[in-house]
């Protein structure tokens, strides 16, 4: 079945970057674009961009552009999402979805199970 | 403030009716699907609804969408206790040049 298991909970000082990765299986990765969504504590949803497996091409949320960088390795069908210079407001869950149809513009389906990014001094 | 705007709350008993709106502009629903996710608590969020009224197999027939000019609902129906989540519509900008979500409507099972 088709699923995306994504890395462990993290705990950062602000000023640090994280990277989370995202494994996917069940599927061909270079076929379907990975999206990234986070969540803060009691808020709702916010899409960061998305990564072309296939080619490497990004679209940012125009938000996270030049503080955000999604990465992935074909050879094992991860993805990856590098947040730099963090503040505590960027304590959240981190999702990666895959997307579906229309070049980036459709669906996410399905979500990882997501990841605890805690900022903290 | 979201692009896409929906109602905080919503609630129902067992076995009513609830409708959930989501009101977007020209630049988003007006021109691009809608999409539904349900978020039950302490979970990652699921799709329900995709192109605006498509369900995914495995979801009830009891979730419905809709779309008509900048706006968008989700209907619910036979409300079950476990339909208590958060639930968000969802579509691309054109504007923006990227996706959007709604604020997010929690729904509550009296």
């Known amino acids: 079945q088709v699923q995306l298991v994504q890395s462990g909970a993290e705990v950062k000082k602000p000023g640090a970057s994280v990277k989370v990765s995202c494994k996917a299986s069940?599927?061909?990765?270079?076929?379907?674009?990975m999206h990234w969504v986070r969540q803060a504590p009691g808020q709702g949803l916010e899409w960061m961009g998305w990564?072309?497996?296939?080619?490497?091409?990004?679209n940012y949320a125009q938000k996270f552009q030049g503080w955000v960088t999604m990465t992935r390795d074909t050879s094992i069908s991860t993805a990856y999402m590098e947040l730099s210079r963090l503040r505590s407001d960027d304590t959240a869950v981190y999702y990666c979805a895959r997307g579906l149809a229309a070049a980036g513009r459709g669906w996410f389906d399905p979500w990882g199970q997501g990841t605890l990014v805690t900022v903290s001094s | 403030q979201s692009v896409l705007t929906q109602p905080p709350s919503a609630s129902g008993t067992p076995g009513q009716r609830v409708t959930i709106s989501c009101s977007g502009s020209?630049?988003?629903?007006?021109?691009?699907?809608v999409y539904w996710y349900q978020q039950l608590p302490g979970t990652a969020p699921k799709l329900l609804i995709y192109?605006?009224?498509q369900r995914p197999s495995g979801v009830p027939d009891r979730f419905s969408g809709s779309k008509s000019g900048t706006s968008a609902s989700l209907a619910i129906s036979g409300l079950r206790s476990e339909d208590e989540a958060d639930y968000y519509c969802?579509?691309?900008?054109?504007?923006?040049?990227?996706?959007?979500f709604g604020g997010g409507t929690k729904l509550t099972v009296l």
């Open positions: 969802a579509a691309w900008d054109d504007s923006l040049s990227g996706h959007r």
């Open positions: 192109r605006n009224n």
């Open positions: 990564i072309n497996p296939n080619s490497g091409g990004t």
């Open positions: 020209s630049s988003n629903i007006g021109s691009n699907y």
């Open positions: 069940g599927y061909t990765f270079t076929g379907y674009y």
